[in-house]
């Protein structure tokens, strides 16, 4: 069966040089998450759904067009999460991504 995973995390994170065109930054993140829609096994048996621990460590790279906007040249991230499976009970993922960056306050 297919997973489907939320992730709920918050934490710091540390930008560089944001007053330049270009600014670097980097977060880390802890929280929980959510999976649903699946089957992972339990000491009564296989349920549906589980809880477990979430850690995201990201950075990037933006360019700034104006002070309320950027274009996001880079997102790069790892997570981590920690829901029951029959080995490990440990998922990793690589992110990338890239976008526009809306700032409502400078």
Known sequence: MPLSLVTITFGPRYRWHS???LSLFDQG???EANGFGSIFPATTGLQPDANGFAAQLSGGVDYKLSNR???RVLDAGW???QLPNST???QNALRLGAGMVLRFAH
């Open 19 to 21: 007053d330049r065109r």
């Open 29 to 31: 993140l802890i929280g």
């Open 69 to 71: 906007f950027a274009i």
């Open 79 to 81: 997570s981590r999460t």
């Open 88 to 90: 490990s009970s440990v």
